[in-house]
């Protein structure tokens, strides 16, 4: 399985941006799949998740109510809607799948296959 993300880019505070996250290689339908991210000077971090058929998604709290997460298994595409946008949100977004039949989770150490990132920058 590969994963492409596109869709980051430079937007004010407030701003919005939709990360989409491309896979090949193999069906989506088996995968749990989640965004991460790693700020300047952090290390990466679990931003959310979703399962299999997309019933069942995890966000961090400081981005709860302003992300949503989806997936479209048909066209091996997974989303990642991103609005009201803060300076924090700032860094290099990630997709990320496991074949698991599991809940998702937005711990790294459960996923195995990594896009190559794309670029989210904030500014004030």
């Known amino acids: 399985l590969q994963l492409v993300e596109s869709g980051g880019g430079s937007v004010q505070h407030g701003g919005s941006l939709r990360l989409s996250c491309v896979a090949s290689g193999s069906t989506l339908v088996d995968y749990v799949m989640g965004w991460f991210r790693q700020a300047p000077g952090q290390e990466r971090a679990g931003v959310s998740c979703?399962?299999?058929?997309?019933?069942?998604?995890v966000y961090i709290g400081s981005v709860e109510g302003r992300f949503t997460i989806s997936r479209d298994n048909a066209q091996r595409t997974m989303y990642l809607q991103m609005n009201s946008l803060k300076p924090e949100d700032t860094g290099l977004y990630y997709c990320a799948a496991v074949n698991s039949s599991r809940i998702c989770s937005v711990d790294e150490r459960e996923y195995f296959y990594w896009g190559q990132g794309t670029q989210v920058t904030v500014s004030s």
């Open positions: 979703i399962s299999r058929s997309s019933d069942s998604v």
